[in-house]
């Protein structure tokens, strides 16, 4: 696994490693068969960010269990998350009466994950839970609790394992962060 990648001219360092992320990803998985033993929940991913997060936890998941997406889209200043978000993909499920757990690859603002919390809500489920991957606990702008957390992290702009910089390097299997700790905003899309 590297340690530094260089994207646009700038330097990335190793983050999170393949190994840190799986190990975390089970133990998550772990707990959710847990507290679901005789639930059949509905793991509600955030795309495109949370593909891969997801599919590794779900696979770490022993209760029987559905899957469906969301897509969001968040326009406004590119240098920060704007909260200005649109629907770009409905749920394909029922939602009423069942045990949601939505799944985010990372909560920044809270803005997105908020919305969706509420679009969920709308449909009346039985339960509704947040797990997300990553949580950058001083960004947060909203008081949106998050039920799973995977790694709490500072300001830092990170990419990889369904992170994308300009829409790539989703594909990365470990994660990386600026080299540079003085730019925490979210980069340009
Ligand atoms: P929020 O609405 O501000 O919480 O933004 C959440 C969304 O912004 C995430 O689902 C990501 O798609 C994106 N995002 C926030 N921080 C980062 C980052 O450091 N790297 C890549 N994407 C990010
Ligand atoms: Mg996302």
Redesign the pocket.
Known sequence: MKKYLTLNGEQFVLYLSEKKIQDRVRQLGNQINKAYKHQTPIFIG?L???FVFMSDLIRHITVDCEIDFLK?S?YGDAKI?S?N?KLLKDLNCQVEGRDIIIV????????????MKRLVNQHHPRSLKIISL?Y?KN???IDVKIDYIGFSIPN????GYG???AQKVRNLRAIY?LADERITQ??PA
């Open positions: 955030i495109n960010g949370s969001l968040s998350s909260g978000v985010e690859d990372i909560v920044d603002s809270g803005l997105s994950v908020d919305f990553l950058k960004a947060l702008k830092y702009f990170v990419i992170l994308d910089y962060r979210r980069k």
